[in-house]
């Protein structure tokens, strides 16, 4: 696919791989909506992108609102004309064993990271089917979809359904020419996984876990979701972008 002048919503844009994400397309001459729910933080990435390229909005929703992502798209098509490439990145992650887990904080993460992406794959398809010129829905799922992990069991749940659903819908939208496909990173170099944030030696620790003995940063995956865009013979895989993480 050529971007250039194409349409692209991405989810979750506001920061970490979405922003990155975002500033990949719009390099790419895309023109792009950026959705996130905080207004402040949204006005202040599109003020950053827009040194880039003017063809970048921002749209204030929640991805676990159905509503919300209907009009989204519908947001997107008014302002640019048509929707080309969807990328579900918004998501969250609750620490807790399944003993441990409370079932609002199991259903918030099931709300954003998987409903969000069922809703926002339903809306791109009806969409991108109604325009009759195919298109490309992408979605960022995790390592965490395909192993587990003691403490996270909703986030890998919620990723283990990304995963399933990209594979389903790429099997009754590719005769509309609809590919759908996800991106699983290993650990991001975020202010998530910093120092700060959870501790020299846990820090380290994942670092070890990745056989490149680093983190990915937020670009690398933004360009493996730029090549599941451009590369019109590629649906319903898993681009594993983990430093080797999975290999073991």
């Not at 792009?32 to 880039?52: C, D, F, P, T, Y």
């Not at 659903?165 to 509309?176: F, G, I, Q, V």
């Not at 599941?228 to 983990?242: K, P, R, S, Y």
């Amino acid at each position: 696919m050529e971007l250039k002048g194409k349409t692209a919503i991405v989810t979750g844009g506001t920061s970490g791989i979405g922003f990155s994400t975002a500033q990949a397309f719009l390099e790419k001459g895309a023109k792009v909506v950026v959705v996130g729910r905080n207004a402040q933080r949204g006005e202040n990435a599109v003020a950053e992108l827009s040194k880039i390229s003017a063809d970048v909005v921002f749209y204030q929703g929640d991805t676990s609102d159905e509503s919300s992502v209907k009009g989204l798209v519908d947001f997107a098509v008014e302002k640019f004309g048509s929707l080309d490439v969807m990328v579900n990145n918004a998501g969250i992650g609750i620490h807790g064993t399944v003993d441990e887990l409370s079932a609002d904080d199991w259903a918030k993460v099931i709300d954003i990271n998987l409903n969000g992406v069922f809703y926002g794959t339903k809306y791109a398809a009806i969409q991108m089917k109604k325009q009759g010129k195919g298109g490309a829905i992408i979605s960022t799922s995790s390592i965490e979809g395909v192993i587990g992990d003691p403490l996270i069991p909703s986030y890998c749940a919620a990723k283990g359904g990304v995963n399933q659903l990209a594979k389903s819908s790429a099997l009754s939208l590719a005769k509309d020419g609809i590919r759908v496909n996800t991106v699983n990173p290993g650990y991001v170099d975020t202010p998530l996984v910093s120092v700060e944030a959870i501790g020299q030696e846990l820090h380290d620790a994942l670092v070890a876990m990745h056989p490149l003995g680093r983190f990915a940063k937020p670009e690398e995956i933004a360009h493996a979701i730029i090549f599941l865009a451009e590369n019109e013979f590629i649906t319903g895989t898993h681009l594993i972008v983990d430093g080797g993480y999975t290999a073991r």
